[in-house]
C-alpha cells in the first residue's frame, strides 16, 4: 500500500492539470476513508521533486512579461480566470509537497488532515476555473502564465515554519483581499458562472489560511517561541517585498491572522544596528 508521501509525489509528478487533480481528489478520497475507518495510511518517507511536473502549456515567463489583464473585456476577464486557475493548479502542488516534504518533523495526524482537505479543496478550485474558461471557448494553458509561483516553495523547502508562513499565511491570505472584488467584477459583467465558481473558493480558502495559522503556531508553541516575532522575521526573510493593504481584516481574523501579524509587515524593516 502507497503511504500519503509516496502518493503525495504521484500528484507531484503527473503533469496535465485534469489529471492532477483528478489523482489528487483520489488520493485524498482514500486518506479521509482511511482514517474514518480508524485505519489511517501510514504517512511514510518520500522524496518530492525539486519542481512539480506541469505541462506543455501555459507558456510560464517572469512576471514582469506577462500580459497585464484589463477585465473590463471578455476577453481580460478570461485572462483573469486563468490566472486563478493556475495559482490553483499551483495550490494543489504546495500543499502536497508540504506532506512529502517535511515528513522528517513528527507533526499530528491532524497536520495531515488539513493539508489533504486543503489539496483537496484547491483541486476541486481549479477544476471549477478550467470548467469556467471552458465555458467561455478557452482553456487553462490558453494563455501565458506566472512562472514565479514556486519560487515560495523552494525558498522554504527546508524550513516547514517558513513554509507555513509564506504560502498559506502571507500568499493565501492574499487571495482574501483580493476575491471579493473579482467577484464583483464578475457579477457587474452578469457572468454568473465565474462568480459562483469564486464565491467556491473565497469560502474554502479562509480554512486553508487557518491551517497554516494552527500549525505556524502550534510549532511554535512546542518550542517555547513567539509566534509574531518568528512570523516577522520568517516574512522578512523569505517574501520578497512587503506586504500591500488594504487588507480582508474580517476574513483574516477568521483565519487566525490578527492585524498585528501583518500590518507591520507594510513597512521595510530596518536595517540592524
Not at 6 to 28: F, N, Y
Not at 29 to 44: C, F, K, N, T, Y
Not at 73 to 95: C, F, K, Q, Y
Not at 199 to 206: L, M, P, R
Amino acid at each position: 500500500m502507497a503511504s500519503l508521501a509516496e502518493r503525495a509525489v504521484q500528484v507531484l509528478t503527473t503533469a496535465d492539470g485534469r489529471a492532477k487533480c483528478a489523482l489528487s481528489r483520489a488520493h485524498a478520497a482514500e486518506w479521509m476513508a482511511s482514517r474514518a475507518a480508524g485505519s489511517p495510511l501510514p504517512i511514510g518517507n518520500a522524496t518530492p521533486p525539486d519542481a512539480p511536473a506541469r505541462p506543455e502549456r501555459p507558456e510560464l515567463l517572469d512576471p514582469r512579461d506577462v500580459p497585464r489583464r484589463r477585465p473590463g473585456s471578455p476577453t481580460g476577464r478570461a485572462a483573469l480566470l486563468h490566472a486563478v486557475a493556475h495559482i490553483e493548479l499551483n495550490a494543489v502542488d504546495l500543499h502536497w509537497d508540504i506532506i512529502a516534504r517535511f515528513t522528517d518533523h513528527p507533526m499530528p495526524l491532524g497536520f495531515y488532515d488539513d493539508w489533504v482537505k486543503a489539496a483537496d479543496e484547491e483541486s476541486k478550485h481549479f477544476n471549477l476555473m478550467a470548467d469556467c474558461l471552458e465555458a467561455l471557448g478557452s482553456h487553462y494553458g490558453a494563455m501565458p502564465a506566472h512562472a514565479g509561483m514556486w519560487r515560495a516553495a523552494s525558498d522554504t523547502a527546508t524550513d516547514l515554519h517558513g513554509r507555513l508562513a509564506v504560502v498559506p499565511m502571507v500568499l493565501e491570505a492574499r487571495g482574501l483581499d483580493v476575491t471579493p472584488g473579482m467577484i464583483d467584477l464578475f457579477r457587474k459583467a452578469g457572468e454568473a458562472g465565474p462568480v459562483a465558481a469564486l464565491e467556491v473558493i473565497y469560502a474554502e480558502e479562509v480554512s486553508h489560511v487557518a491551517y497554516g495559522s494552527k500549525w505556524f503556531n502550534w510549532l511554535c508553541g512546542r518550542e517555547g517561541s513567539d509566534p509574531k516575532e518568528v512570523f516577522h522575521r520568517l516574512v522578512r526573510h523569505y517574501f520578497h517585498g512587503t506586504l500591500k493593504p488594504p487588507f480582508n481584516e474580517e476574513k483574516r481574523a477568521d483565519a487566525g491572522l490578527p492585524p498585528d501579524f501583518y500590518w507591520p509587515l507594510t513597512e521595510t524593516a530596518p536595517d540592524p544596528a
